[in-house]
């Protein structure tokens, strides 16, 4: 500890470095065992990950290239547990030198590039994860919004049908001629639609979430079931 009571990292390292015979062998062993937790922790992470990701390939429509790249993630773990393997059937081995502390002979080494490759895999499906979770919001948001305007379009198209139809009728009746049968209960439904659509068009153009929507609509319909066009409900 220096003047301050902090911990002086150029101290601690002379006495790390100062170390030797058994407490230096039995650091060296604990930081081995600790790296292998590690390792075996960070893979079995990631297979599940893996593992969760290539079981619901068939259940969703996947793009090539999400497709791909877990195919290289899967290849990537393959070859890392296969290293994991081969170094957790090597017991720790360690060589004593005159007068120096003992060493950890090549398993830390590759215990130690085994583990910062572990550590890229795992950041690499984090942001795979991301993009492809983005991506998938994003074609969702665009396939709702495009079936949002085609039912929208198509119950326009349909009251603007029954508009032009009514125009026809009043047109007939203004020169003279009577209704017919159903005319005139055509002209109050399009004449009630067009007033109707009004609320209908505040509530679906209203910043609500998509529950939401659905709550004001049921609740419209329940309240008021006359409230809704016709050009917009399935009869039609």
């Known amino acids: 500890l220096d003047k ?21 062998a039995t650091l060296l062993a604990s930081r081995e065992a600790g790296l292998r937790r590690l390792i075996a922790l960070t893979l079995d992470v990631c297979g599940l990950f893996l593992a969760r990701e290539l079981s619901i390939v068939h259940q969703s429509r996947r793009r090539r290239a999400d497709l791909c790249g877990m195919e290289k993630s899967v290849v990537r773990w393959c070859a890392m547990a296969k290293r994991a393997e081969a170094i957790a059937a090597e017991p720790q081995r360690f060589e004593r030198t005159n007068g120096a502390a003992p060493r950890v002979k090549d398993s830390m080494e590759q215990l130690e590039a085994l583990t910062t490759d572990a550590q890229a895999l795992a950041a ?3 942001d795979s994860r991301w993009r492809i979770n983005l991506g998938r919001q994003v074609r969702l948001a665009i396939s709702s919004t495009r079936a949002s305007l085609r039912f929208g379009l ?7 049908g029954d508009m032009v139809k ?38 679906l153009v ?22 809704t066009p016709s050009g917009f409900t399935q009869r039609r």
């Open 154 to 160: 198509r119950g326009l198209g349909i009251m603007a």
């Open 4 to 24: 301050s009571g902090d911990i002086c990292f150029e101290e601690f390292m002379r006495l790390i470095s100062g170390l030797k015979g058994e407490m230096a």
């Open 124 to 126: 690499d499906l984090l």
């Open 166 to 203: 009514s125009a026809r009728f009043l047109s007939r009746r203004l020169r003279g001629q009577p209704f017919e049968e159903g005319e005139l209960a055509i002209i109050h439904r399009t004449l009630l639609d067009w007033l109707c659509l009004i609320p209908y068009t505040a509530i």
């Open 206 to 227: 209203f910043p609500l979430t998509p529950p939401g929507n659905v709550l004001a609509f049921n609740l419209l319909s329940r309240v008021a079931p006359w409230s």
